[in-house]
């Protein structure tokens, strides 16, 4: 029962969370099988491939030095964040090399990221509810693990990991070259920073104050990337304001479909869809205009890359095809 506990308690609150980031990508969803392959490669790969290589980092300092402490902290403050943001951030590296087309911004790279870490803190939270939890501390120690690792500490993975995305991101849509080069290392570093911060500052100091500042500090760390979030919603949004007003000038949609496609909450056309029949048509066309603007901007900025030309000509097909039907 403790077991299936658990992974309930590990894998449904991140589900939820990862859901909430998804939502958080106004205007250019992602598609949902990459979104689940970074899940599932967070589990398995970052998950699986970190603790191998941190149980053996840790058995080898201990075996050199003796010390249990040494190895713990070896362990905890250098080598699993190096491995575990390494890890992580292979999957965003895939995407941001075979998915190019699908890497359009800041955002996405901040959403993979995101996904990626949830999957790992997913596994990673049913190994201490469970080992941690409920086998050193009974039920009473399960709940405890619970709270900390799924309602305090739920985001810390997330976080980490967004800034390697926003590295690969940074690189993927910057001119300058020497942007290019040093952005994804420093993403990356930032990543290994912040992790290793958090694995050893409550430690260092210890005790109970040692964990509440630690969760301070990590939580003005959140609401920065949040406000960062938010400020890259805003810069899509004006985006598709600045690509899509053509679209209207030319007759192929509507000022009032226009504004829909702006607006950030698309709530109402939703809605309007929902009642007559048409969701998934104009579900798919509020896509397609997040897409279109997004080529659009991309071909503006470097040129044909991989056929951006093809690409927003069939988008804009696909566009003239769904409008009369969409639902503003």
Not at 241 to 252: D, F, P, T
């Amino acid at each position: 029962m403790a077991l299936l506990g658990a992974f309930f308690f590990g894998f449904v609150p991140m589900f939820l969370f990862a859901a909430f980031v998804n939502w958080l990508d106004r205007y250019e969803k992602e598609p949902k099988l990459l979104l689940g392959a970074a899940f599932v490669w967070g589990v398995v790969i970052a998950g699986g491939g970190a603790y191998i290589l941190n149980t053996a980092f840790g058995i080898g300092i201990y075996v050199l030095t003796g010390s249990a402490g040494a190895a713990d902290f070896s362990t905890t403050s250098i080598a699993a964040p190096i491995i575990e943001e390494a890890l992580k951030g292979l999957a965003v590296l895939v995407v941001f090399l075979m998915f190019r087309n699908e890497f359009d911004s800041v955002l996405d790279g901040i959403v993979y990221g995101a996904i990626t870490a949830m999957g790992f803190a997913a596994i990673e939270n049913v190994l201490y509810i469970y080992r941690n939890g409920f086998q050193e501390g009974g039920w009473e120690g399960f709940w405890a693990l619970v709270f900390i690792r799924v309602v305090l500490v739920g985001w810390m993975h997330p976080f980490f990991t967004a800034f390697t995305g926003i590295g690969l991101a940074v690189a993927r849509i910057s001119r300058n070259v020497l942007v290019k080069i040093i952005a994804v290392p420093a993403g990356y570093t930032v990543a290994v920073l912040t992790h290793s911060f958090h694995n050893t500052f409550s430690s260092v100091i210890g005790g109970g104050g040692g964990f509440i500042l630690g969760l301070i500090a990590d939580y003005i760390g959140y609401a920065f990337m949040l406000g960062f979030i938010i400020w890259m919603i805003v810069h899509e949004r004006n985006i598709l304001k600045r690509q899509l007003i053509e679209e209207v000038n030319s007759g192929a949609i509507s000022r009032s479909q226009y504004n829909t496609a702006v607006s950030f909450f698309q709530t109402g056309a939703h809605l309007s869809a929902l009642t007559s029949g048409t969701f998934r048509s104009t579900k798919r066309f509020y896509q397609v205009l997040g897409e279109l603007a997004h080529k659009k901007e991309q071909l503006q900025k470097h040129g044909e890359e991989r056929g951006n030309t093809q690409i927003v000509e069939k988008l804009r097909a696909e566009m003239l095809q769904l409008a009369p039907a969409a639902k503003t």
